[in-house]
């Protein structure tokens, strides 16, 4: 991640697409590594007879981090636009 955020600094207006795709591809490693960490923890602190159960959990209070973590970023959007609709009917 460390790497990837310094990539994301050097980024500029100019930068290669091949830069981007680097970049998306560290991005990836990072967060394919980071879900494999989980599971693995996951499974070595969960008694065997709740590992469902367990996984399950997990998946579901990832999923919320991640609509909770996007959330901010769509009312944004919704309200740019409908703040450039506005605009363009005066």
Avoid: D, K, W
């Avoid at 290669?16 to 602190?45: D, P």
């Avoid at 007879?49 to 970023?73: D, H, Q, Y």
Wanted: hydrophobic share 55%; glycine share 10%; proline share 2%.
């Amino acid at each position: 991640m460390l790497l990837t955020g310094g990539v994301m600094l050097a980024v500029t207006h100019t930068s290669s697409a091949l830069i981007m795709i680097g970049m998306s591809l560290l991005f990836a490693l990072a967060n394919g590594f980071s879900g494999l960490a989980n599971q693995a923890a996951l499974y070595l602190q969960a008694p065997a007879g709740e590992i469902a159960v367990a996984s399950g959990r997990c998946r579901t209070f990832v999923s919320f981090g991640a609509f909770f973590s996007a959330s901010p970023l769509g009312a944004l959007v919704v309200s740019q636009s409908l703040l450039s609709r506005s605009a363009a009917r005066r």
